[in-house]
């Protein structure tokens, strides 16, 4: 004798009753199996919106992926842009060492730039476009830091070689040492003004001025004799370093003494007629490493530079 299960089914409008005996084994069986529908149904349902969810979640990645590639191209012109700016600061550069006379920086190595840690991309899990992209960025932003950095460099060099030239123009004798007063006789072979019939070699220039007007240093230098020499009569060497040295002869009157250091302007000495002369001038000599030059050549009456 085996279990039964009863199932009793009533209903009352209809006046209806139904008895239905299920084996155990079998309302198991259909229990199982119902659970088993339920389980599956659930699992699918569950799977497809998971899926759905994924395919939004997608499709959201694409959309961003997207947005952050335009952000890229954006990001790489504007570097491009900003390179191709960079261009009128070499031109810039090219034309300030021009003036200096420096040669120019190789457009081989503005292109290179100098110095400096290369950037590498940090992430290698992200898209081969962005990778790429990302690259591309990265060299330009190299290239750009690089040119900066040689601008820089650059510049450091030109200050350098102008305070080297101001240096040296300091000591470049080039104003007249006796200011409002012309050149009366210049540098070159002329007919003795004593005796009137020799040609003498005339190693500076004569300007005439009246006894006492002051004279002054043509450049920075180091008073290097004072005192009576000769023909020269009363007069005053200045040592300006650089192979210059001046000479002021025929002075009334010394303002200096050997060893001072005069600065281009100031006064040295007043003019007179000592030593061989006929009347009231100062003799000056430039000499350029041993040699006497004609001072005329070293004397801007327009402005207190030249050469
Ligand atoms: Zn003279």
Redesign the pocket.
Known sequence: MGNFIDIILISKRRNFQRNIRLSFGLAVAGVVIFVVLFISTLTLFIYNIQRTYSHFELQQQEVEHEKLLRKLDSLRQYLKYTEDRFNSFIAQDNRERTYWQMAYIHPDIWSMGIGGKKYKPISESISNCINRRLDEIYESLDILKGKCMLRKTSLVQLYQKQQKDFQLWSHIPSINPVPGHRIG?GFGYRVDPIDKKTIRM?W?V?IGAPKGTLIYATADGVVSYVGWNHGYGLMVDIDHGYGFRTRYAHCSSILVKPGDFVKRGQAIARVGATGRTTCSHL?YEVHVSGVKVNPAKYISFASNIID
């Open positions: 006789s005339h500076g004569d003799h």
